[in-house]
């Protein structure tokens, strides 16, 4: 309750609270916006300067130009569960016309026990509340996973985990280990690839993922997503329709136990990562830079370490790392976002805090 207190008051924005780093390209300043949160999630940027961020335990927050913190109501149901809860938080392509904002939540089956759901719901012209929330999505009980991205055409993919229980990712019938996608109103897209086929779940898009928590679009519109191994065996993927990325047949990392996984690092008919981590970083979040701010840095790939503390800058199609950037802020990057302006936004779960950085001119 006393952190909760906290949070309500004393979320300030901190100028002056900022550290300049040197990295390969120039030296970079980190400004802190806001803290006092629990289990920073998610970042997404409303227009007019504002940001939504959501906490695991279920709050979702306003965050204005300078920094204040101000909790929204209206909140769909969200149950906090391990690695569930209130996940995602995404502004929609058409929020001027329709002011809607999509979330990724967990929730509890009547069947028993939790799984992942999806909620449009519309904000408030004041930004205080969430109105005529609408459940648009609720996956076959047993997993969680949230992080999403919305095309051009106003499709939405989202990610789905599969939740320890390996071989689910390689069952169709189920949405566990994939990305998945849909329409804005929750309806299955005729041209998603498994539909029609016999027992599939429509909503497959790819399959054969482990714990997708990194997914966006570069600026050619092809979509990517990064993935948790087990002991090494990290992912980044290109992500395709209908392709199978191997989970748990193929993988470079080995169980915690280190036994063997599946059948070894390659099999027919299952696609090959473009860059692979051993040993594991823990990714998360995930940003493919416009170069706004940072020429040098237009397509590469920023990625955030929850194990290792750290921001990876890598190579455009994320084939190579070119530098690692650890500081005091870097304690479990949760989440990265680009910003309309350029600067990249960090949210810090191991230091309940959101991080903005700038080129340090």
Known sequence: MLRILCALFCLTFHAANAQTLATKTGDIRVETVAQGFETPWSLAFLPGGHALLSEREGRLWLLDGAGQAQPLSGLPEVVPSGQGGLLEVLVARDFATSRHIFLSHTVRHAAGGTGLAITRAQLSRDQTTLQNPRRIFEMTPGASGGRMVQDASGRLFFTIGDRG??????DITRHNGSVLRINSDG?????????????AVPELYSVGHRNPQGLAFDAKGQLWAHEHGARGGDEINR????????????????????LKIGVGTARAGMEQPVFYWDPSIAPSGLVIYSGRLWPDWAGQFLVGSLNSDMIIRLAPGGTAELERISAPQTARVRDLREAPDGSLWMLSEGNGAVYRVTPAR
């Open 187 to 199: 309806t299955v897209p005729r041209d998603n690839p498994l539909v029609g086929l016999a027992g």
């Open 239 to 258: 992500i395709l329709p209908g392709r199978n990325y191997g989970w748990p047949v193929i993988s470079y990392g080995t169980h915690y136990s280190g």
């Open 165 to 170: 229980a390996d071989a689910t990712a390689q």
